[in-house]
Structure formats: structure tokens, C-alpha cells
């Protein structure tokens, strides 16, 4: 921007911005140009939370500050102009003190990797900030963060922070936290809270000096205060410049191309015309640039309240703050948004006002949205108009959304509005609107309107009026699953008007009459059972290592490093062919694009190096594409530019000439690899053997069920923090790069290997990861190896910050897998043999792909099938390859395993739970299975949690209840589901070492990375218990003292990875033996010293070492014995869901989960391991869809169209116990895993909803009437995963409403 300065506040501190490029963000800015970190950015287009700062702005009419949550990635600099900024870190901080917000994400252990917690915190300040008088209610509290993501936690600990502070919480509801303990009083508990104040915490700065700045006019931005100047501004513009008009910018969050397209930005949020809201008897005027939460409050305080519910449901609360509803429109008329605002308003019969030229055009909203494209025509959309309703009994307005979270960011599938009069089942008159169905813009259903109206309703009209409304709805031929949008349109007409046939025309727009869903987390329970433990502060439930720094956002990850003036930036260009040559790269227009330095490729590889990306036991991946690429996705190229947004940029204007002649087909799926016999060696230590004779077993069997086959899908890791590397060129051929990584040191040998150089040249730093699950192992290496390369190459720093789209496609993510088997069974449900077939996508490089038929088959022998036998084909197709995603290969073999009983249940006709105790092991068959990695007797605690938990989850009283609802329920069926799990995980040798310092600090370094998962804890509990055997007085302090610090591969080599959950237990025995060595060396000083003083403190003890010379650094590899390193995990999980029929939404009512950490090293860290993979195994069950197109490219590649869970996915009951078994000798300090495991238990989710959908579609079966099946037919059927809300409704009948109807016509 030119002309007047740009002066804005963030977090007190004064910015005078001269000149800018209007298209940076506030995010841009904040973190390029300030100190303040928090603001992370997740995904760039609004649909994560990880930006979020405050905005105040001062009003000076009323002279009073407002201020909301926006998303710093969206909004444009410029538009802040006068305003004031607040990040997490501004409302409270190390040095000035933390946020009562910060304190308790702390306490309530709700932050783990803290990634997303900057975010949240600001999401709950917002609505504290904004709650009326009475302050944020439990509801309230809840839904402050609807819309944020967080892949770690499950959302219960976030939930419970965030309830902490509403006026109506039942502070005994509130879960595992480190305020108070096991049987304090309320009035303690409360106590013990840290104290909040609104008066005191509720308040951001508004500096005085901004009072004063007035609208900036440059000649790139200018902000009109009128109609007149932003008529004169158009009408002035050069008629070839591009020129965009802003009011909150999200737009751009869906149109990211938009970015730096423009040469002119007219900010029209501040024109007062265009911000007024009018209400009189003729209805309500909504002026263009109100944001969507005004217009919410307004329509909230007229008779529109159902349109304010809906509203309430685009986007998250910081959208709405930011949005226009005319920026809505608009993007709805030009750009084929999919708009909810455009379909309700057209069933409100809505008109706008539009400035063209110099004149003020009024226009019905059909016709609006039908004229041509208004952005880029200079036209101006003014206002808006909703007419008057009369309040009477017998007008109807209903509003319907479809979407896969209902109130957590999420697009519908469908939304529709109705209004209809109707007197006595006589329809007088009705709007019928439907839109983001797939079509170019929302309709009003005019035909199906027409028929309806003057018609009395019965079945009969209402099933002929969805046949007419069949043909109407139409999705474009791109449009994802076309049926089932057709099948949710007709479903919510039937849901308006059904009620009204069958209840004398009257309606609340809803079908069954069962009582109204719960809340999103109602209630849960977090239940430690508690032993006598002798290692304290080992087993006690001690916060998380720097959780207030994270949720300040003062928490360091790569990203935030401050970079030097010279640092270069990399984008990575990936093909988008599965199998071609590379003829050449150039960009669009053979033009260099701005800011570009140079462009490499596995041609800039050193002579004397190798283009090698990654490595593994089974073999190296390349860095880039040779002459042949190799799958769509796979790196050809580094892009390195003065900025990352320029690189970006870049990236995206890479033309790629690619040749395919002479080549063979792509592999594309498994079945091509098998025909070509395209498989990766499988060695047999990787090869599990057989169990038993299968062709006795079969023969053995009353029942089979042969050659059965189902697919299961892939998933994409959602890490908060995209892959991310900085590499800094040393003297002497050197290189740093700080790599957020799981495996450091597989990081620093490719990078050695990739530049020709010794490994010694190479120093890896990793010191936190914002989130791995498996993605940031093998994966990060190529990101770092290319940083490494680059600034090798070029004498400068180079950092990558992947944007989500290149992430998702370069991913790989989770194996998809094909299964096919035959079973044998008898006639009680014993199955005696079962064979499988396997054909594992693996991708195109071996990753640790060749470990999946190991991980596969160990969970899946958790029951005793009598014998098995299997055939595991691990095939190498022309797709990105799949790598270990958190429980690799174990959650699909344990899902196997649950699909083979509930088939086997299903074709006899048994409750699937009966047949699961029927199999489930006694010690002996265990033994049969996993041989000695059972463990002893005692250690088989399975048989234990799966009574335990029928008892806690009252199982058999709530199946009955089940049964009940069903009965009592036609659009809404329930099915509740047990499943247990046998997880099978392998110690690996870990280094630690463990120094004291003069002052008698420690710093201690480990082979493991701590990723969220709280390693960084528990090693610190292990060294205080450690070093607290010396017996100092006041030893129980130490662990203030213990600072474990970032992994550096030259400081501390063999680190390996963090990987199949034990990395914690075992970099904890490493730091044990580390202690056990330090506690030798100081006895005889201890002792000499007790001698003299008899009591003798840690400070003295240290003093005293340092002056006799005593070494008290002391290192460790621990190496487990092989005996005992591999041991079994189990637990048990019941979930209930209800699924929608007519919508196919799954809502989970209630999960418990057992599960046996053995003496757990720290109960919280523990349970948030539990709660948050159970709710990663939930995404992967039944929601994240990952799928490639026809040449392999990753389809979905944002935050729009992957789904991960929101607070409002998760089990609207959640109740989880960990249990403390006895003695495990081989165990580290007789802990067990708890890290991948629990995300098995997910499975109960998807079984229960099974057991639903089995209920619809015998209900549906009854139904029938001349016509026979058409649609779903038996309970014998595959439920795919993800099970999805269209999948689900598939399954339940996709003609469902439409055969009810015709059973009621045929009497049935
Ligand atoms: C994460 C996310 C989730 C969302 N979810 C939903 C959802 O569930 N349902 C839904 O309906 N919408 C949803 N939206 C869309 C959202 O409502 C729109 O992005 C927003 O309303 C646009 O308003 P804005 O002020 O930010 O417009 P901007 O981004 O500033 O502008 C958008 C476009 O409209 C033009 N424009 C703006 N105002 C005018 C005007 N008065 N006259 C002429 N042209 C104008 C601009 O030039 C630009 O081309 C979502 C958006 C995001 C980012
Ligand atoms: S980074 Fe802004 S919402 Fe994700
Ligand atoms: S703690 Fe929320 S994403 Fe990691």
C-alpha cells in the first residue's frame, strides 16, 4: 500500500506499516515481521483455528471497543488498519505471566503436541469476551472452540478447560485435571482453580493512540466511508485494472487462486450504508458487509430465529466474525459457491439492492443469482431484504443441513429451506429452496412448489412430489456422491411435510418423536485406578512439560525459529502423472515468477551424493524423480524463492512436459499388481507363520462363509503442523537442519548419504514436533534431505514450510488394503478355521511397508480362530507410498478380524457380542497364537476388562434399551457394540543421557522425540524418581530442577524412531540407567558427607561432586532383552450411535473405554494417549476419506474436503478407565504402552453403527411393497471404512422415504 501509513497495535506494541503488498495477510505479517509466534498456521483457508488472534476495533460514535476472534490467514493486513491485535502470547506470557486460559489448558492436561492450542485458547477468550452478563454458559463453553481442530487430544480435556470457566459448570463434572484431588470438596476444587477475573482478564489493550487513525488511502487499498466515494472510486479505476472489493477476505480461503491477483482492493467494510440493519413491519434490510454473527443477532431478535440456527452453523464462530453476508452472495452468484445464506434466503423470498454504475438496482434474489457474474464487473451488492412474515399458526419455515460435522466447519452435503402456509393438510403456498447439492447455485423448486400448492397433502402427493423433486435436483457430473445428495433433498421434504399428513397439519419439521439429541460432550469420566506406587513422581499424573508455554504460544516449533535476512525458501513440484518421462520444467508463460532463485533437481544432487530422500531397513526412496516419474505426487523438482509465498506460488506455475510413449500402464490398484506380480519382498522375519490346519479347521466347521471380501481406505496423518525443515550451510561442508522429524538421526544419514559427506558434517536438531502419528517419520526425511540440499548447493539458509495441499498429496498415508476370506464356523458361533488374502496398497517405494503382514497379524489373532492361515501380498503400484501411520497395519488386522464375527454373527442370525466371548481367548489358545510374547498368566488381563466394562457400561441393560428405541423409532436406529483388542508393541534400544550442572540443575537428552505424546514428562519423572534415590533432603523437588532438552544427533547418537508407542517406557529406562550410574558415582561423596552433617541437600551433594571431580554426566543405550521385548497391550471399548436415516449421520451417544496400562508411568499423559487415538481411530472409521483419482493424484487436499473429528464428532459420552495391573517384571517399571492401541477400540464405533444400519434395513425389508427390493435389501451386507455419512445412508436406502410412503399406500 501507498500513501498513508498503515498503524495498527499487536499486543500493545505500535506497527507503522509504509508500504505493503495488499494481499499480505495478518498472518504474513505477524509472523515474518513480530516476535509473536502463537499464531500457527495449519491450512491457510480458515478451516483449522490454528491462526486465530483477537481483533478490537474502536467505535467512536459509542466510543466502545469491540472485538471478536478472526483468522489471521485470511484477513488482509490492510483491512486492520487502526485496529488492535491480540495473540495468545499478548493475553499472558512467561515473563508477565500466563492467562488463566493458558494455566488451565495446562492443568486440565489439554494440550499435547500444542499446535492447535494457541488457537483454542483464543477461541475460548472470544467467547468469554462476548458472553452476555451471566457470562459463558456450559453450552457456550463447548461450542467456543466448534471448528478448531486438535489431532491429539480427542477434545475432552480441551472441553473440560473451557467448561472450567462457565457460570453454570458443576465443577464436579469437570475431568482428570492437577487443581485438586480424589475427594476434595467443591468449595476446594474451586478454590484451587487459577482464579479468573473477567475484570481483570477480559481485557485486551486498545491502545489510545489508535483512536485516531483514520481510514488509510493508498492507491492499491483504498477504504470508501460512503456509497458516493465508492461509486467515484469504481467509477475513477483504470478499466484495466483488476480490482477486488474485501469485506472479511475468507472468500479466499475457498478461492486461494485470488491471492496476488488483484491491482486494486477496495475495503467496503467500513462503509456505514453497507453496515446498517433495519428492522420495521415490512421485514429486515441487511446491509452487504454485516458480518454473519451481526446478522445472526439480528435475525436472533426477530421471528427469523431458524434462520439464525442455521447460520449459526457456516463455518466456525471467527468465520462469521470476519464474513459478509454480501461476500456470501456474491461468491454464491459468480463463483457457484455452495451457499447456505443463498438457499435460505431464497425461501424467504429475500431481495437485494445492487449499485451498478450509478444506479441502485432492486432485484428478487433468483434473479440476482441468476444475472451474470458480478465479480470483476464493478457492480456492488448493497444490501439485502428479507419481507415480513406474519406470525401465524399455520406458516411453516423449517431449515435442513447435511454435513459431515454438524456445527464444526464443514460445507452440507445439502442445505434446504421451506416455508410453506398451510390450513387443514391444504398447502396454500410453499418455497421449497435447496442448494450446495452439486448444481450451479441454489434453486427454489419451483415445479414441485407448483404442484404442492392448492393440494391437500397425503402420501400420495407428497411421494409424487418427490418424485418431481428426483428430476430437479441434478449435481453436476464432478459433484461427489450424486445419489445420495438426490436421496437428502427428497428426505427433507419429507421431513417438512410428512408430520403434517400424519399429525393434522401441524409440524415442528421433524419425523420422530424421540426426545431431542444430547449436547456434544454431555458428561464423561476419567477413571485412574490407583495403586500403591514406590517411584513417585514416576505413576503420578504430573502436568505436561512446558503445556502453558504452548498455550501461550511462546512454545518454539521449527517454523518459529527466527530466520536470517538471507534465508531462502523451498516449494516442492510434484508430478501429476502415475508413470510418464519428464521431457521438461518450466513455468506458465516461460516466465520466471517473482522472487525465484533457482529450480532443482535430482541433476543437483553432488556428484559424489546419491538422490536419495528417505531410508529405511528395506531400502532408500529417492528425492526427486529421475528421468521417470514414478506416481503422481512424487517430488520433481524444489522450487527456491526469496519467500515461501513466492515459492508457493511458483510451485503452482510449474508446467511439467511429461512422455508416456513406450511406456507400460501404471499399477493403479492392487489387482493390476497382482496381474503384473508387482510385489515388495517380504522377509520372513516380517512373516508371521501359521496357526493350526485350516483344512482340518474347515472341515471341523458347520458353517462357512467363502471367498467374503471388503476394502478398507487409506488416512491422511493431519498433523497440525505441515512437514517443515530449515537448513543452515556451515564452514567446512557442514550443514544444521532442524527438522520436525520423528527419526532425527535417519534424517541426518540421508542428508549425509544425499550430499556426498561425511555424517559427522551433518547436525539434525530436532526439539518438538506439532504432531507426528507416524507422518513425520520417513516423510519428513525428503523435506529436510531437499532443505539440506538447497542450502548445500546455494550457500544460504533454506527453510520448507509444506502447505497442507502439497502435504496431503505427497503424504501417502495409511495402507488401503483388499481382503478376502473363507471362515469356518459351527453352528454356536466357534469358528475353527479362517484363511485370509491380503493385497496391501503399498505405493510406489518400500517405505515400512514390507512390516505390514507382522502389524496386520498381530491384533487380528486377538480371538482364537481355531487355525489360520493367510497370503499377504505387499504390492509396489504406481501410487505415493503409504508409510506407518499411528498403528499401522495392527488397526486394520484388528478390524479384520471384527468384520469377519460380525459376518459370521450376522449369518447366524446371533448377537455379534455373543460371538465375539464364544472366540475370544482363554490363556491356553492365547499362548497358541502369540506364543511367548503372551506373557504369563497373569499378564492376559483381557478376560478382566471385558467383564469389567460390561459391568461399568451397564452393556447388557443398554442393549436392551437399544432394542427398545428401535422399536419405538422409524427414522432413527441405534446399536450399541463391544469389541476388545490385542495389541501387540516391541521395545527398541534407546540412548539417554543424563548431566548435572554446578548449580545442580539437570539437563537431560533422550533418543525419543517428544511429538505430544508427553515423553518429555515422563523422562522427567523418571530422572527425579532417578537421581531422588540418593536420598537428599528434599529430593522430592528435584523434578523443578530437570530440563530434558531438543534431540541433537551429534549430541546424543542412535536415537532411531519415535515409533509403535514404547519410545517413551524406553527412553525412560535409558535415563533410569543413566541415574542408576550418577546415583554409583555421588554415593561414597553422599556418604561421606552424611557421615559429617547427617542430612545433606541436593545443592550440597552436587557442590561437594563438582569439587572432588565426580563425572555426573552419565549415558545409556538401552538395549532390551530379546526375550521380553515384545509384549501384548489390551482393552475393551463399547460405543452406542444412533444413525440418522434419512440423512445417514452417525452420532456417537456414548463410548467407554477400558484399558490396561499396566502401573502407569503418568496416569494423564496416559489417558490423553487414550482419548486422542480413540478419536483418531473415529476419523479413520468413519469420516476421513483419502482417496486418489484415476491417475493416482490425492483427491483430497484441504481442510474443505478432509474431514478429521470436531468436538462435535466425539462420543457425546465418554467414559474411559485405566486400569493399574499387577506386577509386569519385564516392563519398565511395570508400565505398558497406551500410545496407538486405544485408536483400535475406534472399531466399537463402527460395529455399533453396523448393528444400526442392520436395524434400518430390516425395518426397510417390512416396507416392501409390489415392487420388490428396490434399494437395500437383508442384513447381510459390508459396511466400508470410512463409514460416512453417504455411505451410511446408502446402506440404510437411498429410496427409504420413498418406500415408506409406498408401504403406507399399500397399506403396510
Ligand atoms: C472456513 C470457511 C467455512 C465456510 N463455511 C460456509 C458454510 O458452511 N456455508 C456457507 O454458506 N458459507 C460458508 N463459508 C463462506 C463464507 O460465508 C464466505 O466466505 C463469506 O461470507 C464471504 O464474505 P467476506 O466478507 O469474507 O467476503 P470476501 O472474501 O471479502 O469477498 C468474497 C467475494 O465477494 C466479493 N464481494 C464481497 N462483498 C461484495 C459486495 N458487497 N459487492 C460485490 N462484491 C462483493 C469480493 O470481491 C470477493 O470476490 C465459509 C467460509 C470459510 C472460509
Ligand atoms: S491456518 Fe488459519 S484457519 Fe488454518
Ligand atoms: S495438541 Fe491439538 S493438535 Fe496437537
Redesign the pocket.
Given at each position: 500500500m501507498e500513501g498513508k501509513d498503515l498503524e495498527f497495535a499487536v499486543n500493545g506494541e505500535r506497527f507503522k506499516v509504509n508500504s505493503v503488498d495488499p494481499s499480505t495477510t495478518l498472518l504474513d505479517f505477524l509472523r515474518l515481521n513480530t516476535p509473536f509466534k502463537s499464531v500457527k498456521l495449519g491450512c491457510g483457508?480458515?478451516?483449522c483455528g490454528a491462526c486465530l488472534v483477537m481483533l478490537s476495533k474502536y467505535d467512536p460514535e459509542s466510543d466502545q471497543v469491540k472485538e471478536h476472534s478472526i483468522n489471521s490467514c485470511?484477513t488482509l493486513l490492510c483491512s486492520v488498519n487502526g485496529c488492535s491485535i491480540t495473540t495468545s502470547e499478548g493475553l499472558g506470557n512467561t515473563k508477565k505471566g500466563f492467562h488463566p486460559i493458558h494455566s488451565r489448558f495446562a492443568g486440565f492436561h489439554a494440550s499435547q503436541c500444542g499446535f492447535c492450542t494457541p488457537g483454542m485458547c483464543i477461541s475460548l477468550y472470544s467467547a468469554l469476551s462476548n458472553s452476555s452478563g451471566g457470562g459463558l454458559t456450559v453450552s457456550e463453553a463447548e461450542k467456543s472452540i466448534a471448528g478448531n481442530l486438535c489431532r491429539c487430544t480427542g477434545y475432552r480435556p480441551i472441553v473440560d478447560a473451557c467448561k472450567s470457566f462457565a457460570a453454570d459448570v458443576d465443577i464436579e463434572d469437570l475431568g482428570l485435571n492437577s487443581f485438586w484431588k480424589k475427594g476434595d470438596s467443591k468449595e476446594a476444587m474451586l478454590k484451587s482453580l487459577p482464579p479468573y477475573n473477567p475484570k481483570e482478564h477480559l481485557v485486551t489493550t486498545f491502545p489510545e493512540f489508535l483512536k485516531n487513525v483514520h481510514n488509510g488511502l493508498g492507491y492499491r487499498w483504498t477504504t470508501p466511508c460512503s456509497v458516493t466515494e465508492l461509486r467515484t472510486i469504481m467509477e475513477s479505476a483504470n478499466a484495466g485494472d483488476s480490482l477486488?472489493?474485501?469485506?472479511?477476505?475468507?472468500?479466499?480461503?475457498?478461492y486461494k487462486d485470488d491471492e496476488g491477483r488483484f491491482d486494486r482492493y477496495v475495503d467496503?467494510s467500513r462503509v456505514p450504508e453497507?453496515l446498517t440493519i433495519k428492522r420495521d413491519e415490512n421485514g429486515i434490510e441487511i446491509g452487504?458487509?454485516v458480518t454473519?454473527s451481526n446478522v445472526i443477532d439480528a435475525l436472533k431478535e426477530s421471528n427469523f430465529k431458524k434462520m439464525a440456527a442455521h447460520m449459526e452453523?457456516?463455518?466456525n464462530r471467527s468465520?462469521r466474525n470476519?464474513?459478509?453476508?454480501?461476500?456470501?452472495l456474491?461468491?454464491a452468484q459468480s463463483r457457484k459457491?455452495p451457499?447456505?445464506?443463498a438457499t435460505l434466503l431464497l425461501a424467504a423470498d429475500a431481495s437485494v439492492h445492487v449499485l451498478n454504475g450509478g444506479k441502485i438496482e432492486k432485484a428478487k434474489l433468483h434473479e440476482f443469482l441468476d444475472s451474470p457474474p458480478?465479480?470483476d464487473s464493478r457492480?456492488?451488492?448493497l444490501k439485502v431484504e428479507i419481507p415480513a412474515w406474519t406470525d401465524d399458526a399455520e406458516l411453516l419455515f423449517e431449515t435442513y443441513r447435511a454435513a459431515p460435522r454438524s456445527i464444526g466447519?464443514a460445507?452440507?452435503y445439502v442445505s434446504a429451506a421451506f416455508f410453506a402456509r398451510v390450513s387443514h393438510q391444504m398447502v396454500d403456498e410453499c418455497l421449497l429452496a435447496f442448494g450446495s447439492y452439486g448444481g450451479d447455485r441454489s434453486i427454489r423448486a419451483t415445479e414441485v412448489e407448483r404442484f404442492l400448492t392448492g393440494k391437500s397433502l397425503s402420501y400420495r402427493v407428497l411421494h409424487e412430489a418427490m418424485g418431481l423433486l428426483r428430476g430437479i435436483i441434478a449435481p453436476g457430473k464432478d459433484t461427489s456422491h450424486p445419489e445420495y445428495r438426490k436421496a437428502l433433498a427428497v428426505g427433507f421434504l419429507f421431513e417438512f411435510f410428512y408430520p403434517l399428513i400424519d399429525n393434522n397439519g401441524r409440524s415442528n419439521g421433524h419425523v420422530d418423536p424421540t426426545e431431542s439429541l444430547l449436547p456434544f460432550l454431555s458428561s464423561s469420566q476419567q477413571v485412574v485406578e490407583s495403586d500403591e506406587f514406590h517411584f513417585q513422581p514416576v505413576g503420578e499424573a504430573v502436568v505436561k512439560v512446558g503445556a502453558a508455554l504452548q498455550a501461550s504460544g511462546e512454545a518454539v516449533f521449527v517454523d518459529d525459529i527466527p530466520t536470517l535476512p538471507d534465508c531462502l525458501h523451498g516449494a516442492f513440484i510434484y508430478s501429476t502423472e502415475p508413470l510418464a518421462k519428464i521431457k521438461s520444467i518450466s513455468f506458465s508463460g516461460n516466465l520466471t515468477p517473482t522472487g525465484v532463485f533457482a529450480v532443482l533437481t535430482f541433476k543437483d544432487v553432488p556428484i559424489q551424493g546419491q538422490n536419495i530422500g528417505s531410508k529405511t531397513v528395506f531400502g532408500p526412496g529417492p528425492l526427486f524423480a529421475d528421468e521417470l516419474t514414478r506416481c503422481a505426487g512424487q517430488r520433481i523438482a524444489l522450487v527456491v524463492a526469496d519467500t515461501q509465498k513466492h515459492a508457493d506460488r511458483a510451485a503452482k506455475l510449474a508446467v511439467v512436459e511429461y512422455d508416456t510413449n513406450n511406456l507400460e500402464e501404471p499399477i493403479l490398484t492392487v489387482e493390476d499388481a497382482v496381474k503384473r506380480s508387482s510385489f515388495f519382498d517380504v522377509h520372513p522375519m516380517f512373516y508371521p507363520e501359521p496357526v493350526g490346519d485350516v483344512l482340518e479347521g474347515m472341515q471341523e466347521a458347520d458353517r462357512k462363509i467363502l471367498l467374503a471380501e471388503f476394502r478398507l481406505g487409506s488416512q491422511y496423518f493431519f498433523y497440525m503442523e505441515p512437514q517443515t525443515a530449515l537448513a543452515l550451510p556451515d564452514e567446512d561442508n557442514c550443514v544444521k537442519v532442524f527438522s520436525s522429524s520423528q527419526a532425527p538421526e535417519y534424517v541426518h544419514s540421508v542428508i549425509a548419504t544425499c550430499l556426498g559427506i561425511p555424517e559427522h558434517n551433518v547436525r539434525v536438531i530436532t526439539r518438538r514436533v506439532g504432531g507426528g502419528f507416524g507422518g513425520k517419520a520417513i516423510k519428513s526425511m525428503p523435506v529436510a534431505t531437499a532443505c539440506a540440499l538447497a542450502a548445500h548447493k546455494l550457500h544460504r539458509p533454506v527453510k520448507i514450510y509444506l502447505n497442507r495441499k502439497t502435504d496431503m498429496i505427497m503424504a501417502g498415508g495409511r495402507h488401503p488394503m483388499k481382503v478376502t476370506y473363507n471362515v469356518g464356523f459351527g453352528s454356536d458361533g466357534k469358528v475353527t478355521a479362517l484363511e485370509l488374502t491380503m493385497l496391501i496398497d503399498a505405493g510406489t517405494e518400500p517405505d515400512v511397508s514390507p512390516i505390514l503382514p507382522r502389524n496386520i497379524m498381530g491384533p487380528l489373532r486377538k480371538y482364537d480362530w481355531g487355525a489360520l492361515s493367510f497370503d499377504v501380498k505387499v504390492c509396489k503400484t504406481n501410487l505415493p507410498s503409504r508409510t506407518a501411520m499411528r498403528a499401522p497395519g495392527e488397526v486394520q488386522g484388528s478390524y479384520i478380524a471384527e468384520a469377519i464375527i460380525e459376518n459370521v454373527a450376522s449369518s447366524l442370525q446371533m448377537e455379534a457380542d455373543e460371538v465375539r466371548k464364544i472366540n475370544l481367548h482363554s490363556y491356553d489358545s492365547l499362548r497358541k497364537f502369540y506364543k511367548h510374547i503372551s506373557g504369563e498368566a497373569e499378564d492376559y488381563t483381557l478376560p478382566l476388562l471385558w467383564d469389567k466394562l460390561e459391568i461399568s457400561s451397564e452393556f447388557e441393560k443398554r442393549g436392551e434399551m437399544v432394542k427398545e428405541f428401535n422399536m419405538r423409532n422409524v427414522w432413527r436406529k441405534r446399536g450399541i457394540s463391544r469389541v476388545p483388542i490385542v495389541h501387540q508393541v516391541m521395545q527398541r534400544p534407546t540412548p539417554g543421557r543424563v548431566s548435572i550442572l554446578g548449580d545442580g540443575s539437570v539437563v537431560v537428552e533422550v533418543g525419543g522425540i517428544e511429538i505430544g505424546q508427553g515423553l518429555w514428562t515422563k523422562v522427567k519423572q523418571m530422572v527425579a524418581y532417578g537421581l531422588g534415590l540418593t536420598k537428599c533432603t528434599g529430593s522430592d523437588e528435584l523434578i523443578e530442577r530437570i530440563r530434558v532438552v531438543q534431540a541433537d544427533t551429534l549430541g546424543l547418537i542412535q536415537g532411531g524412531f519415535t515409533a509403535g508407542s514404547t519410545t517413551s517406557e524406553n527412553s525412560c529406562e535409558a535415563v533410569r540407567l543413566c541415574c542408576v550410574t550418577l546415583v554409583e558415582r555421588l554415593k561414597p561423596t553422599m556418604d561421606q558427607m552424611m557421615e559429617k552433617s547427617g542430612s545433606v541437600t541436593w545443592y550440597m551433594l552436587i557442590q561437594q561432586a563438582y569439587a572432588q571431580s565426580v563425572n555426573l554426566s552419565a549415558s545409556a543405550l538401552f538395549t532390551p532383552e530379546f526375550s521380553s521385548m515384545e509384549y501384548l497391550n489390551y482393552g475393551v471399548g463399547v460405543s452406542e450411535v444412533e444413525v440418522d436415516i434419512i440423512t445417514g449421520k452417525t452420532e456417537i451417544l456414548r463410548s467407554d473405554i477400558i484399558y490396561d496400562c499396566g502401573k502407569s508411568l503418568n496416569p494423564a499423559v496416559d489417558l490423553g494417549q487414550v482419548e486422542g487415538a480413540f478419536v483418531q481411530g473415529i476419523g479413520f472409521f468413519m469420516m476421513e476419506e483419502y482417496t486418489t483419482d484415476e491417475k493416482g493424484l490425492v483427491v483430497q487436499q484441504g481442510t474443505w474436503d478432509y474431514k478429521i473429528p470436531t468436538v462435535d464428532t466425539i462420543p457425546k459420552q465418554f467414559y474411559v478407565e485405566i486400569v493399574n495391573t499387577g506386577h509386569h517384571k519385564n516392563r519398565v517399571l511395570s508400565s505398558k504402552a497406551s500410545g496407538e492401541p486405544p485408536l483400535l477400540l475406534a472399531a466399537s464405533v463402527h460395529c455399533a453403527t453396523r448393528s444400526a444400519i442392520s436395524e434400518a434395513r430390516k425395518q426397510s425389508l417390512s416396507w416392501n411393497c409390489n415392487d420388490g427390493n428396490r434399494d437395500v435389501s437383508g442384513t447381510d451386507f459390508e459396511l466400508p471404512v470410512p463409514a460416512t455419512m453417504p455411505v451410511v445412508k446408502g446402506l440404510c436406502g437411498l429410496y427409504s422415504v420413498e418406500k415408506y410412503l409406498e408401504g403406507k399406500i399399500c397399506g403396510k
Open positions: 483457508e480458515g478451516g485470511l477486488k472489493l474485501v469485506v472479511g477476505n475468507t472468500g479466499t480461503g475457498y467496503i453497507m452487504a458487509s454473519i452453523k457456516i463455518g468465520i470476519s464474513a459478509s453476508i454480501g461476500g456470501n456474491v461468491m459457491f451457499s447456505d445464506i458480478m465479480v457492480r456492488v451488492l466447519n460445507l452440507p
